[in-house]
């Protein structure tokens, strides 16, 4: 599998370019004057990752492979690039004595309770698909060097195709909420993501973790009415399949850093 890749000014390797967060996070490294350099490399490949981190300071891993609305992904290879893809870049940030990186991940990890928002001592768990992320933080957690995780709530926001596929839910009579609508759900608009990764590179705890959401979680009953307000058409009832396990988290350490989110997803 090819991704594209960028290096900037602090000599930042970026793996997955193109992806949604790397198609916000590249114009913002830009503006804070990083020149960035892609090249297609491909991350399961772990020769050519040699080659591509040589000289650098720090990588940025955003590369994925996980399905989006009205696009492309693949979730076994998803698990492929988090698994062997992070082994590969830690070998190659071995070889060419790189002592950053900064890993994506999911704030849906943080389901193990939601009695409060859960911050990044809280507990995780890797549970189907999400089972992956867990190992590959583990990875980098086991990595000798300055390993920094971001873990994003649900993504919306431009390409990203979830405000589209919530504007269609809503229309749609025969869509349901799922469970009963009391789960909680903890999203970040694409653009804050990237911003966070700006502020975790240039401010973050070695080896620190850090949680990229919306000021407020909410619950799901909540997120659609408001969708269901914009959209001028009435809530939609529950009852309808679960597939995301309920989280709340919290941004407080991030905050932290300086970073605020600009967007949140009951009135975007």
């Given at each position: 599998m090819k991704i594209n890749v960028s290096a900037g000014r602090m000599r930042i390797a970026v793996l997955g370019a193109t992806g949604v967060a790397g198609r916000a996070f590249v114009p913002r490294a830009e503006a804070k004057g990083h020149s960035l350099v892609v090249r297609r490399v491909d991350i399961l490949?772990?020769?050519?990752?040699?080659?591509?981190?040589?000289?650098?300071?720090?990588?940025?891993?955003?590369?994925?492979?996980?399905?989006?609305?009205?696009?492309?992904?693949?979730?076994?290879?998803?698990?492929?690039?988090?698994?062997e893809g992070t082994r590969n870049l830690l070998t190659a940030c071995a070889r060419a004595d790189v002592r950053m990186v900064i890993q994506q991940s999911v704030a849906m990890l943080h389901c193990v309770s939601d009695d409060r928002e859960q911050n990044e001592d809280d507990p995780t768990l890797g549970y189907g698909v999400l089972a992956s992320a867990a190992d590959?933080?583990?990875?980098?957690?086991?990595?000798?060097?300055?390993?920094?995780?971001?873990?994003?709530?649900?993504?919306y926001g431009a390409d990203t195709g979830q405000p589209e596929q919530w504007r269609s839910e809503v229309r749609d009579p025969t869509f349901r909420i799922p469970g009963d609508g009391t789960a909680w759900v903890s999203p970040v608009h694409v653009d804050d993501f990237a911003e966070a990764l700006l502020a975790v590179i240039e401010g973050g705890a070695a080896r620190g973790t850090y949680i990229a959401c919306d000021d407020e979680p909410l619950r799901l009953r909540d997120l659609y009415d408001g969708i269901a307000a914009r959209a001028e058409v009435p809530r939609p009832r529950s009852g309808g399949l679960v597939?995301?396990?309920?989280?709340?988290?919290?941004?407080?350490?991030?905050?932290?850093?300086?970073?605020?989110?600009?967007?949140?997803?009951?009135?975007d």
């Open positions: 490949d772990a020769e050519s990752l040699v080659t591509l981190v040589g000289g650098c300071e720090a990588v940025v891993n955003l590369a994925t492979s996980i399905p989006r609305v009205g696009g492309r992904g693949d979730w076994a290879l998803n698990d492929r690039i988090r698994r590959m933080e583990a990875l980098i957690r086991a990595a000798d060097l300055d390993g920094r995780i971001v873990r994003g709530g649900l993504f597939r995301l396990r309920s989280f709340r988290v919290t941004n407080a350490r991030l905050r932290g850093l300086g970073w605020r989110p600009r967007h949140h997803a009951r009135e």
